[in-house]
T-cell receptor, first 115, second 111 residues
Framework: DVKVTQSSRYLVKRTGEKVFLECVQDMDHENMFWYRQDPGLGLRLIYFSYDVKMKEKGDIPEGYSVSREKKERFSLILESTSTNQTSMYLC??????????????FGPGTRLLVL | GQSLEQPSEVTAVEGAIVQINCTYQTSGFYGLSWYQQHDGGAPTFLSYNALDGLEETGRFSSFLSRSDSYGYLLLQELQMKDSASYFCAVLGGEYGNKLVFGAGTILRVKS
């Protein structure tokens, strides 16, 4: 059973603080993703990584950075939080394989509130 | 870039059939996926269409027309537990490793 875990379920931070959101998957998946989810906007891709130390920008990378030093771990970094980064952050992973098998597994999410 | 359009809300009664449409504009299309998300939960995979046609999985079916950049999710014999948000998502990117989601459709099932 695939498991994707995220370091925190809820976080409250003040504007300007640095935040690390960690994601770990236990199924040796090559691809990992960070999304943010906001009402009416669905899931928007922030960054993704298809291999260790590799990263690609998604649709809304501004204000975020990522780190993938180990295959199982993908971190999202908010260097200086702002109130517009208040959101639900979802991590996901997916294996590289036959295109037909494209199930993406999500973690439980981290709800971040920036005051 | 990629964009997806789906209705924001759909309401149906128990036992009915409902269809959630999705149109997309994308570069580098590999397939269309559907995900379900209950309130407070994580999205979970429902189906994936890489080729034109209908894929059936129990009460749920998904359809794709690549020439029309259109797909739909069909839910039959609706149950109260089907009340959730449903997202279509396009698999694209240079190597087919980027999944981009629509804004989601809230399905409300009434008794």
């Amino acid at each position: 059973d695939v498991k994707v875990t995220q370091s925190s379920r809820y976080l409250v931070k003040r504007t300007g603080e640095k935040v690390f959101l960690e994601c770990v998957q236990d199924m040796d998946h090559e691809n990992m993703f960070w999304y943010r989810q906001d009402p009416g906007l669905g899931l928007r891709l922030i960054y993704f990584s298809y291999d260790v130390k590799m990263k690609e920008k998604g649709d809304i990378p501004e204000g975020y950075s990522v780190s993938r030093e180990k295959k199982e771990r993908f971190s999202l970094i908010l260097e200086s939080t702002s109130t517009n980064q208040t959101s639900m952050y979802l991590c996901a992973s997916r294996p590289t394989g036959p295109i037909i098998h494209q199930t993406q597994y999500f973690g439980p999410g981290t709800r971040l509130l920036v005051l | 870039g990629q964009s997806l359009e789906q209705p924001s809300e759909v309401t149906a009664v128990e036992g009915a059939i409902v269809q959630i449409n999705c149109t997309y504009q994308t570069s580098g299309f590999y397939g269309l996926s559907w995900y379900q998300q209950h309130d407070g939960g994580a999205p979970t995979f429902l189906s994936y269409n890489a080729l034109d046609g209908l894929e059936e999985t129990g009460r749920f079916s998904s359809f794709l027309s690549r020439s029309d950049s259109y797909g739909y999710l069909l839910l039959q014999e609706l149950q109260m537990k089907d009340s959730a948000s449903y997202f279509c998502a396009v698999l694209g990117g240079e190597y087919g490793n980027k999944l981009v989601f629509g804004a989601g459709t809230i399905l409300r099932v009434k008794s």
